[in-house]
């Protein structure tokens, strides 16, 4: 009994989805979160596994789905592309039921440059900081100019340069220059 009651329960929990996200009432909190190149998906499409795919988002962010062609996931959070997939298939398959879940994220790395122990690319997440980012490259080593350093961010199609003092930030001044870093940003240690 608990067995048939556990399914009753994943069915409408699938079911309940869709409604709740075109409601406005989306309960996932990393909601927020932008799909990117490079991310897994998984999209399943209930009762039908010829639909259901674990695909990889590719480098120009335009993923191709059965039936509904090709959809540009990039920018988008898994429940705008569920709703998206969602509108579409429901041409071909009424009242179709869509899951969309982020498998892995790869598309969140930032990039440390310059006079740190260990330079290199790294994986962040929403709210990994400079100071963050910087302890996992080994700190910096004798030679940085601790005061020249900046961030190198592409924001409208131009790259701009945010300045970070580190060692103001280490004596606790400033601190909103240790700022949260965002998907490529590249942190420059002269």
Known sequence: MKRISFY????????????MAAAGMDNNPGSSYKIGSGDVLEILVWEDKSLSHQL???PDGV???PLVG?????????S???REITNR?????PDATVTVMLMQINSLQAYVIGKVNKPGQFPINQN??????LAMAGGLNPFAAAGKIFILRRKNGRNIAIPFNYSEVVKGKNLEQNITLRRGDVVVIP
């Open 128 to 133: 990994t900081t400079v100071m963050q980012v």
């Open 89 to 93: 298939l429901g041409e071909f398959v």
């Open 8 to 19: 009753l329960f994943i069915f409408l929990l699938f079911t309940a989805c869709p409604a």
């Open 80 to 82: 705008q592309l569920r």
């Open 70 to 78: 090709d959809i540009q996931a990039t920018n988008l959070t898994v």
């Open 56 to 58: 990889v988002v590719p």
């Open 63 to 65: 993923i191709a789905f």
